[in-house]
C-alpha cells in the first residue's frame, strides 16, 4: 500500500523558512515521481515543486522559484521541501503526493493518485 507521510508545516513570520518532509512507504522510491502540492482558503490545489526520483528532474512553480528547493534521500524515501524567504501569499495547507513515472507531465494535482495528509504551513506579515 502507497503511502506518504508529510511534516514540517508551522507558523513562521514573513521572510521565515520551514522544511517540509514527506516519507513514502509501499512501493519502490524510484518508480515515482513526488511532487509537493499546496491549496490555500478559496482556492485550488496548486503544484508547487515536483521531483522525478528517477532521473532527478525538477518543477518548480513561477512562484516559488529561487525560494523554495525539493530534494531527496533515496535511502530515507524521504522528499524534502526547503521553503526559503517565506510570504504571506504562501500560507496553505500543503500536501505531498506520488505519481508512477510517465503517468504525468509537469506538476499537476490530476496527474498524481497517491496522497499524504496535508501540513499546515502559515506564514505572518
Known amino acids: 500500500e502507497v503511502q506518504l507521510q508529510a511534516s514540517g508545516g508551522g507558523l513562521v513570520q514573513a521572510g521565515g523558512s520551514l522544511r517540509l518532509s514527506c516519507t513514502a512507504s509501499g512501493f519502490t522510491f524510484d518508480d515515482y515521481g513526488v511532487g509537493w502540492f499546496r491549496q490555500a482558503p478559496g482556492k485550488e490545489r496548486e503544484g508547487v515543486s515536483c521531483?522525478?526520483?528517477?532521473?532527478?528532474?525538477?518543477y518548480y512553480a513561477d512562484s516559488v522559484k529561487g525560494r523554495f528547493t525539493i530534494s531527496s534521500d533515496d535511502t530515507k524515501k524521504t522528499v524534502y521541501l526547503q521553503m526559503n524567504s517565506l510570504k504571506a501569499e504562501d500560507t496553505a495547507v500543503y500536501y505531498c503526493?506520488?505519481?508512477?513515472?510517465?503517468?504525468?507531465?509537469?506538476?499537476?494535482?490530476?496527474?498524481?493518485?497517491?496522497w499524504g495528509q496535508g501540513t499546515q504551513v502559515t506564514v505572518s506579515s
Open positions: 521531483l522525478s526520483t528517477d532521473d532527478g528532474s525538477t
Open positions: 503526493a506520488a505519481a508512477v513515472e510517465g503517468d504525468y507531465n509537469g506538476c499537476h494535482p490530476w496527474d498524481f493518485h497517491y
